[in-house]
């Protein structure tokens, strides 16, 4: 079936009349508009001859009747000479379906559409923050009743949880903190080799991965490793109306899926952390021994004479503050999700950026309440 | 073309399928006429949608072949592909609209990806598709999210009609709708299929629609079509399934004037 182009011919002397011809389809739509916009706009044509046209679809149905006139009716159809019966029935179809104009649509840039953006923008900022307090609360509550013994501790999800946040973790945690202690320890070279003081290379290592590096890193990663993970997990059971039927069969979503999450990233979390340090101090003493002649043996006992054990516990003592805010918002950005699997993504997205927001803030004030401590 | 010759614009020869170690489709044949609607039907998990898939190039077929419009689709990659695919529509479950887009700028994809036309008339030919699928012009300007299961599987019609197609395919169109909306919906296809001509394969569960608008219905079961017929020779075939499918419980309101051989309440 080979397509005919369509074409409009007049009939000699005889303005008020022109015969169609060929295939009006929509692949011959913009020929037709391009070549004919006059017969299209200003019509008054009355008498047109259709008896030799092909195919017609409902662009071509269209067209033909823009050329009927600018808002034809169905007595505008008897214009049409030796009409097929198929392409009346479509053309009678289309007439009855153009009723409706288009609406215009909603544009609005103002000066008081700004105003009021920045308005939702602080209420929902607002709100955000109280539900995330709400929801540390009944975290908080929940984990007590586990500990007096009124709730219980799901101790499979838990470990379950452990083994993937944790134990799963631990490779690309190592890996990472490895290489950026390399990184430190070239970049402290670089600056101190000037001084003449690259031996104190270590003690920059040393400092910067116990007190921040090691744990930073650590939970910057599980933020967006488990974090995401706990929302998409929660998320979908909540779009699968999962977290419903939990609490009709009469349990506690609490309890249940979010408690094994938060215990274990705050047993884990601490031990990653663990691994980051020594990981970061490994990445140091390699580049030490191989680039500054730095022995492993000379690292060691600097780092031994040195480096007091009040920096570990200052890093070691954000660890746990750090679980708690990853998994609580992972936890609570979950539970928000509302129906469609693009809701899912959203708030995993959310959940990533407020915890690594939330841990890096929480790591500032740290450093604040550690310096006026003088620690 | 004035004269409607029968000819065959989907045929299905021999197809096989399989998903690991199960056979979903094995020796599967299958004709549909110009024009005509045509209903498949069969149990969950005899393949129906799998036999969609395959037909429009969603799956590659293990075995056979499927031809559209007289010609060999089975192993072309996508690029020779195209041509056929616009001259087919498909409709998915859930109307499978793309949830950033709105209902008018839904229906404009196809006509946008592969015509140049001026603005004016690309909008008032997809206003005209969406109503067309019976949807208000109100809806053209709303997204997805903001329209009901119905009103989606219109959105979702309106857009597989964009390019005028000549098949039609719809996946359980009927499925999650009120009996209503479903009557409703079936008679929308059968108008527009009368109006633009277009032949319809309809996967469906649903009796109502076969006994409503389908003129001949295939039935899938044991991997195989094992029956293409009008629905009134369909139901009074005695295989097994389809006894169950047409006799019983849920099989006698549907045709109406078809009383059921009484079953023992059980």
Known sequence: MTTQPARVVWEADQPTQARLEGDWTLPQAQDIVTQWPQTLQTSQLLRIDVTTMGQLDTAGA???????????????????????????????????????????REHHFSGRELVIRMGKATETFWGQTRQLLGFVGLTVQTLAMVLIGRRKLRLTATVFHMEQTGLDAVPIVTLLTFLVGSVVAFLGATVLRDFGAEIFTVELVAYSFLREFGVLLTAILLAGRSGSAFTAQIGSMKSREELDAIQVLGLDAVELLVLPRLIALLIMLPLLAFLAMLSGLL???LVGSMALDITPGMFISRLYE??????????MVKAPVFAFLIAVVGCLEGMK??????????????????????????????????????? | MTVVMPEAVLQVRGLRSVFGRQVVHD?????????????????????????????????????????LFGEDVTGL?????????????????????????????????????????PPDLLDELALLKIRLAGLPAEAAHKYPAQLSGGMR???????????????????EPTSGLDPVSAAAF????????????????????????????????????????????????????????????????????SSGVFSPVRTPET
């Open chain 2, 186 to 253: 079936d008679e929308l296809i059968r108008t527009l299929s009368a109006a633009l001509h277009f032949s319809v394969f309809l996967v469906t569960h649903d009796l109502d629609s076969l006994y409503a608008i389908c003129d001949r219905v295939a039935v899938l079961a044991d991997g195989h079509v094992i029956l293409t017929d009008r629905v009134e020779v369909v139901e009074q075939d005695p295989h097994p399934w389809i006894q169950s499918c047409f006799r019983g419980p849920r099989g006698r309101g």
């Open chain 2, 153 to 171: 599987k219109r959105a979702g019609l309106a857009r597989a009609l964009a390019l005028d197609p000549e098949i039609l395919f719809l996946d």
């Open chain 1, 62 to 104: 269209m067209l033909l009747l823009r050329v009927l006139g600018s808002a034809p009716s169905a007595d505008d159809l008897k214009k049409l000479q030796g009409l097929q019966s198929a392409h009346r029935e479509l053309l009678a179809l289309i007439l009855t379906r153009r009723d409706m104009p288009l609406p215009a």
């Open chain 1, 337 to 375: 999700v509302e129906g469609s699997a693009e809701s899912v993504g959203r708030h995993t997205t959310a959940a990533v950026v407020q915890s690594i927001f939330l841990v890096i803030l929480a790591d500032a004030i740290f450093a604040i309440f550690f310096m006026e401590l003088g620690v």
């Open chain 2, 27 to 67: 020796h599967l044949d299958l004709d549909m006429q110009r024009g005509e609607v045509l209903g498949v039907i069969g149990g969950s998990g005899a393949g129906k949608s799998v036999l969609l898939r395959s037909i429009v190039g969603l799956k590659r077929p293990e075995g056979g072949s499927v031809y």
């Open chain 1, 306 to 315: 040195m480096t007091e054990i009040r920096h570990f516990w200052v890093g």
């Open chain 1, 283 to 285: 990445g140091g003493a």
């Open chain 2, 77 to 117: 990659d996508d690029e020779a592909r195209r041509p056929f695919e616009r001259r087919y529509g498909v409709l998915f479950q859930d109307g499978a609209l793309f949830s950033s887009l709105t209902v008018l700028e839904n229906v404009k994809v196809p006509l946008l990806e592969y015509y140049h036309l």
